[in-house]
């Protein structure tokens, strides 16, 4: 069932055994005009391994960045992680990436792309087996990219997809799904037994929400926009923020009034 983000309810806090997944951009980072304008500063790290340990490891990121570019992102943490929404997983700390296998013409097909938009302000993130066309920097050019990706689609091996993403639009597998990967970990030993929470903000999210309701767990949409399958929310990134601080058991900055304005 689908819900006005507006009316939703701060999450409830999490009582027994549970485990926790977390999107990063618009839900742990502020989005920012490029995707390696963003940093991750002390206190997101030292929060993270606060939670990471009080779970006993029971935490994932799950997210549509490459687990290379996360590892870059939270030096020198090496989480568990999904990333390219599934295709790709590390499902021990510090241990091996399983990674996906990147088709021969999705390189040819970026610099098409490339070529036809003809902008400098499109950047276009290759990520293997995934395109990401951001036009954050010049919105004008949504639309064409949207078009350009659409049209790639029969230049592809059957089971891609578009997706539509925050200032841009990406191209994966089909088998690229938040939900699936939640699943995938339910199913390891750190996870398993523990109810799931996931914290995103994304439509790429969506797919997430609906698993972890399916399973019990607690999902949570930030920055309410549009419909959620999420049955909670909370107003943005910083509140997201002050409400995993208070799950990790160091008392909260923000109340719950404040966390869902
Ligand atoms: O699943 P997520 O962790 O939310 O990752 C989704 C995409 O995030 C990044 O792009 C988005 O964030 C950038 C930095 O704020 C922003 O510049 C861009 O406009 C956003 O779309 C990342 O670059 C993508 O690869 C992820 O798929």
Same mark, same amino acid.
């Given at each position: 069932?689908? !819900?006005?983000?507006?009316?939703?309810? +701060?999450?409830?806090?999490?009582? %027994?055994?549970? !485990?926790?997944?977390? #999107?990063?951009?618009?839900?742990?980072?502020?989005?920012?005009?490029?995707?390696?304008?963003?940093?991750?500063?002390?206190?997101?790290?030292?929060?993270?391994?606060?939670?990471?340990?009080?779970?006993?490891?029971?935490?994932?990121?799950?997210?549509?960045? !490459?687990?290379? /570019?996360?590892?870059?992102?939270?030096?020198?943490?090496?989480?568990?992680?999904?990333?390219?929404?599934?295709?790709?997983?590390?499902?021990?700390?510090? =241990?091996?990436?399983?990674?996906?296998?990147?088709?021969?013409?999705?390189?040819?097909?970026? #610099?098409?792309?490339?070529?036809?938009?003809?902008?400098? *302000?499109?950047?276009?993130?290759?990520? %293997?087996?995934?395109?990401?066309?951001? $036009?954050?920097?010049?919105?004008?050019?949504?639309?064409?990219?949207? *078009?350009? +990706?659409?049209?790639?689609?029969?230049?592809?091996?059957?089971?891609?997809?578009?997706?539509? =993403?925050?200032?841009?639009?990406?191209?994966?597998?089909?088998?690229?799904?938040? %939900?699936?990967?939640?699943?995938?970990?339910?199913? $390891? /030993?750190?996870?398993?037994?523990?109810?799931?929470?996931?914290?995103? *903000? *994304? $439509?790429? #999210?969506?797919?997430?929400?609906?698993?972890?309701?399916?399973?019990?767990?607690?999902?949570?949409?930030?920055?309410?926009?549009?419909? $959620?399958?999420?049955?909670?929310?909370?107003?943005? +990134? #910083?509140?997201?923020?002050?409400?995993?601080? =208070?799950?990790? %058991?160091?008392?909260? /900055?923000?109340?719950?009034?404040?966390?869902?304005?």
């Amino acid at each position: 069932m689908r !819900s006005k983000l507006s009316n939703l309810p +701060v999450p409830e806090v999490p009582q %027994g055994p549970w !485990s926790l997944f977390l #999107d990063i951009d618009g839900t742990l980072l502020e989005h920012a005009a490029h995707p390696d304008a963003v940093a991750v500063d002390e206190g997101l790290r030292a929060l993270l391994v606060r939670l990471e340990a009080q779970l006993d490891g029971a935490l994932a990121f799950i997210t549509g960045r !490459s687990i290379a /570019a996360v590892d870059h992102l939270f030096q020198p943490l090496r989480l568990r992680a999904a990333g390219l929404y599934g295709l790709e997983h590390r499902l021990v700390r510090d =241990g091996a990436v399983e990674a996906a296998v990147e088709p021969a013409d999705i390189a040819a097909l970026a #610099d098409e792309i490339a070529a036809e938009l003809d902008n400098a *302000d499109v950047y276009i993130e290759r990520k %293997g087996p995934i395109l990401a066309i951001h $036009t954050r920097a010049a919105p004008h050019l949504l639309k064409r990219a949207t *078009d350009l +990706v659409e049209q790639a689609l029969n230049r592809l091996p059957a089971g891609y997809r578009v997706l539509a =993403g925050n200032a841009g639009v990406e191209l994966m597998p089909l088998e690229a799904a938040k %939900g699936a990967a939640i699943r995938r970990f339910m199913q $390891t /030993a750190a996870f398993r037994g523990r109810r799931p929470v996931f914290l995103g *903000d *994304d $439509t790429s #999210d969506e797919n997430g929400f609906e698993v972890v309701n399916e399973l019990g767990g607690i999902s949570v949409r930030i920055k309410p926009q549009g419909s $959620t399958a999420a049955p909670f929310a909370l107003a943005g +990134v #910083d509140a997201a923020l002050a409400w995993l601080d =208070g799950l990790a %058991g160091r008392g909260t /900055a923000a109340t719950p009034a404040e966390m869902a304005k």
